[in-house]
């Protein structure tokens, strides 16, 4: 016994298998990495991604130098090795007595002591390009540098997964449908 209603939801059915087989697909390529890189950025602490935070050994000793000097030391160490000296942030850890300075055009981390000046750790922050590639934006980091490639790897990614849980829920749900109203 066919009815409109059975023969909608089956037309309905083979609809959305078509659809969710061709945005699959492409998107599973896209899954991956977003799924990885997730993975890794939840471990990064305990999978060695970010450099290790030092100590200073100057700690509750004197004057903390000004951040402006920090800056400043930074800079040179990434000038003598000669590497672009653009500062993109500064974090200070009051409790360690130290200043990490990461840059705007590499992955380089300058860990810098708060109260000699000493430069305690220079090390690559795998953990910035790792997410960089979970974001998408570094597509922009290498060519434009604005958020474009970014916001469209977003937005059409994520349009992609909430279509595909919405067609993979009515193939779940509209084969339960008509086995109910065949009987």
Known sequence: M????????????????VLHKWMGVPLIIFFFIIGITSILLAWKKKADLLPPTQKSEFLEQ????????MITIAELEMERLGESKE??????RPDKGIAKVTFKNHFKEV????????????????SDWIEKVHDGSIIDFYT????????????????????LAISGFYLWYYPKLIRRLKS
């Open 2 to 17: 066919s009815t409109p209603l059975i023969q909608s939801k089956v037309k309905a059915l083979r609809w959305l298998r």
């Open 62 to 69: 004197g004057e903390w130098i000004s951040p402006a000097m």
């Open 87 to 92: 500062v993109d942030r500064i974090d200070i």
């Open 111 to 126: 860990q810098v002591d708060g109260f000699s000046g000493e430069i305690l750790s220079v090390d690559i922050r795998h």
């Open 144 to 163: 434009s540098g604005d958020e474009g490639a970014k916001l469209t790897y977003s937005t059409l990614v994520s349009l992609g997964l909430i279509l």
